[in-house]
């Protein structure tokens, strides 16, 4: 069987060399395109992370229905910390309305110390954690998801004794909070089950 060929978003917001090498050392074919039309035929789609939510909904607004219509027919897809952040339905952090692929908005973290930055536990038992033999996981971020149907949440983070949801699941689209690609040999477990997952989709 052919690679599976995965098309990361390049919305002009972050570098986006990380998570490119790693989805190709997981053994896909990976393409970055600039122009967002090209996500509408796109057999596996990746949204990174890194930016202000506004700014990462710019190139994608013209095509966001069709782009939604893609995810929730089951086109295997996984947002990255923004990339995550804008399947929502918006966010406090801006303006625009988000794809609106997970019901719910986009809420500041309530704590003292803003960005959230470091290592953190992920508790999930979802099937992309199988083979994590350590769930701390990288995190950059002041914002996080806050869905209004529990059941889209699949993993949590405590942080300054407060948790919050980090991991997200709707149709075949996966939202992470922590960066995969920044979280060693378990972030590297999570990108190829994840791999594994959208080529059993095809």
Known sequence: MMAL???ISDYGVGNLYSIRRSLEMC???VEVVTDMSRLLDAECIVFPGVGAFDRTMERLLPYRDGIRERLE?????????IGMQILFDGSEEG???GLGLIGGDVVGLRC?????MGWNRVSSADPLFDGVSDD???????FHGSPTDPSATIGTTEYEGTEFPSFFRVHNTYGTQFHPE????SGRTVLENFISFAEAER
């Open 27 to 29: 053994g896909a074919e």
């Open 73 to 81: 027919a089951g086109v295997p897809a996984l947002g990255v910390c």
């Open 95 to 97: 303006s625009s309305p």
């Open 182 to 185: 920044k979280s060693s040999v």
């Open 5 to 7: 060929r995965v098309t």
């Open 136 to 142: 701390h996981f990288y995190f950059v971020h002041s």
């Open 112 to 116: 003292r110390v803003r960005p959230h």
